[in-house]
């Protein structure tokens, strides 16, 4: 009975730490201050998402990966929140983990892919289509997406 019990409050603790899904929005500035983005407009440069206690990325060189210190993925200016889970997401993230990374990854491409994509296809976000007619998301598309799905700005989770 006591075994019971201890498997029954592991299984509640597992179940509230993944109880929401968390996205990054991070920013790069130019030498000059301008900021670089992908859309004319836009406000991001990369995207990521918490993972248990560590932070998921698509980074040029090392590909998906896990990274323990959100400071060393960029400069955070933003965050997204959601109160349910994302379904399957131990085994989504293992799927990912070690893809390589192609700035511009057809978005059916299962070998290949970018910050964007990496989330939007985990979160289960939609491409929409770009200008060259192509389906895919960049940071921002993705971001006002999210809010269409429900996520909510977090200014309470940026470091102070």
Same mark, same amino acid.
């Given at each position: ?16 730490? #993944? *109880? $929401?899904?968390?996205?990054? !929005?991070?920013? /790069?500035?130019?030498? %000059?201050?301008?900021?670089? +983005? ?55 993230? #293992? *799927? $990912?983990?070690?893809?390589? !990374?192609?700035? /511009?990854?057809?978005? %059916?491409?299962?070998?290949? +892919? ?47």
């Amino acid at each position: 009975m006591q075994n019971l019990f201890f498997s029954a409050l592991i299984f509640l603790f597992s179940f509230y730490t #993944q *109880a $929401e899904t968390t996205v990054y !929005f991070f920013e /790069y500035r130019m030498p %000059n201050g301008q900021v670089y +983005t992908f859309d004319e407009g836009g406000r991001f440069y990369h995207v990521a998402m918490k993972y248990k206690n560590q932070v998921l990325e698509a980074h040029p060189y090392f590909g998906v990966r896990l990274v323990v210190d959100i400071k060393k993925v960029g400069h955070l200016v933003a965050v997204l929140k959601h109160h349910q889970a994302v379904k399957n997401l131990d085994l989504k993230v #293992q *799927a $990912e983990l070690g893809k390589k !990374f192609d700035l /511009y990854s057809p978005w %059916n491409d299962p070998t290949t +892919t970018q910050c964007s994509k990496l989330i939007g296809q985990i979160i289960g976000v939609s491409p929409v289509i770009v200008a060259n007619g192509n389906l895919s998301l960049s940071p921002d598309l993705l971001y006002a997406e999210l809010i269409k799905h429900g996520f909510r700005d977090c200014q309470s989770c940026l470091p102070k």
